[in-house]
């Protein structure tokens, strides 16, 4: 499966972005998926999950209650609604997917991903 995230940009803290990532290639629904973002000169990090169905979910403690993350497969897309933006959540956000969750934090765990989308968040 062949992912494009979309959606980035900047935006002044407090503000709100909403991320997709379309899938092609495969069945999106086939796949678990994630979102993970790497901040400059650091190491790539998990923020937000989901199942195929999208009925589970997980999220990192420092984006809980702020980021959303959701799919459809019908469009084979997923998102991330991402409200009360910090500087501190500024980086470059890849969403990636797997056929089954064995570690969902882990970006190790994952077979397939984007290219990325810069995600700024002024102060």
């Known amino acids: 499966v062949q992912l494009v995230e979309s959606g980035g940009g900047l935006v002044q803290a407090g503000g709100s972005l909403r991320l997709s990532c379309a899938a092609s290639?495969?069945?999106?629904?086939?796949?678990?998926m994630a979102w993970f973002r790497q901040a400059p000169g650091k190491e790539r990090k998990f923020v937000a999950a989901?199942?195929?169905?999208?009925?589970?979910?997980y999220y990192a403690d420092s984006v809980k209650g702020r980021f959303t993350i959701s799919r459809d497969n019908a469009k084979n897309t997923g998102y991330l609604q991402m409200n009360s933006l910090k500087p501190e959540d500024t980086g470059v956000y890849y969403c990636?997917?797997?056929?089954?969750?064995?570690?969902?934090?882990?970006?190790?765990?994952?077979?397939?991903w984007g290219q990325g989308t810069q995600v700024t968040v002024s102060s």
């Open positions: 990636a997917a797997v056929t089954y969750f064995t570690n969902y934090a882990r970006d190790a765990a994952y077979d397939y």
């Open positions: 290639g495969r069945t999106f629904s086939s796949y678990n």
């Open positions: 989901c199942s195929w169905t999208g009925g589970i979910t």
